[in-house]
């Protein structure tokens, strides 16, 4: 894991476009030849189909970073910046572990618990798949991230190959006392997502709105499925669910949420939104105004 010096450069949170393409299609015309009047003349070539373009890449994990398990940082005051690697295989020795937290047990301690009663979350997180072990070995990764007081900026990332891969499941427990959320999923993630949010919005990137069912909005506590709902199992046993699972509070502050593959959609949102909104007075872009320029870390 890299652990990065804590520093007062804020964030700023990115927009996010999503634009369409043109794609110039040519056309090659059959040469005709000659041919008795009564035969019909040949018909035009049609264009092949145009190829898929390619699914979006996941942020890779740093080649220097080490796996680990069941790390926990804990502060009483200072933000936590940094990026890890967990991989649930690896045996840890109890002398190395920390005390387990008053919700856990030895059965559901956290593979990894960043924690801190004042101050912001910035970090990276990567979860080394085990694509080969059966579904019902696979244990679920813990991940839970806290703080009393501050923005949280986090992403979650998987090592599975591709979104359809076997992989190990995720479970994510999030909460910041006072302020905004950036959160970011693998695109791979499938399964319930719980917002509490006191006074604040939940926002979903394009993307993510496609794929996502809200069920629910009351009091504050949106219930939502990512991904394929009728398919999932889900409804028939919640209680054992296997697959991943994520739960999100702030008690003042805003969610937004995005796959982790859309960086370069994020980044070039976030340049054209600047561009856009250069000189006082003058509107932000479509975004800049769909995502209010609130949640600066």
């Not at 005709?32 to 898929?52: E, I, K, L, N, R």
């Not at 840890?92 to 030895?106: M, N, R, V």
């Not at 979650?156 to 905004?180: E, F, I, V």
């Not at 970011?184 to 499938?190: Q, S, T, V």
């Amino acid at each position: 894991m890299i652990l990065l010096p804590e520093t007062d450069t804020k964030a700023v949170e990115p927009g996010f476009v999503v634009g369409e393409l043109g794609q110039d299609v040519k056309v090659n015309r059959v040469e005709v030849s000659q041919m008795p009047m009564d035969d019909p003349p040949p018909a035009y070539g049609t264009p092949p189909p145009a190829a898929p373009p390619p699914p979006p890449k996941a942020p890779s994990p740093p080649s220097d970073i080490k796996a680990a398990n069941y790390v926990t940082i804990s502060r009483r005051d200072g933000a936590i910046r940094g990026a890890f690697v967990v991989d649930p295989r690896l045996k840890i020795p109890a002398q190395l572990l920390a005390p387990l937290l008053k919700d856990e047990t030895e059965e559901t301690r956290r593979n990894i618990n960043l924690s801190t009663k004042d101050g912001r979350i910035d970090a990276d997180v990567w979860v080394v798949s085990d694509e080969e072990a059966d579904c019902k070995c696979r244990r679920k990764v813990r991940v839970g991230v806290h703080t009393g007081d501050g923005n949280v900026g986090f992403r979650l990332h998987t090592t599975a190959t591709n979104p359809y891969t076997p992989r190990t499941p995720l479970s994510l427990k999030l909460h910041t006392g006072d302020g905004h959320v950036n959160l970011e999923l693998p695109r791979a993630f499938r399964g319930p997502l719980t917002v509490h949010l006191h006074d604040g919005r939940l926002r979903l990137s394009p993307a993510l709105t496609a794929v996502t069912t809200i069920f629910s909005e009351s009091n504050g506590i949106s219930r939502c499925f990512i991904g394929d709902y009728a398919e999932s199992g889900w409804a028939d046993a919640p209680g054992e669910w296997t697959g991943d699972e994520a739960e999100v509070t702030s008690r003042d502050g805003n969610l937004n949420l995005w796959f982790d593959d859309e960086k370069a959609i994020r980044e070039e949102a976030a340049a054209a939104s600047v561009a856009m909104g250069k000189g006082k007075g003058r509107e932000k872009g479509f975004f800049g105004r769909l995502f209010g320029g609130a949640s600066q870390m």
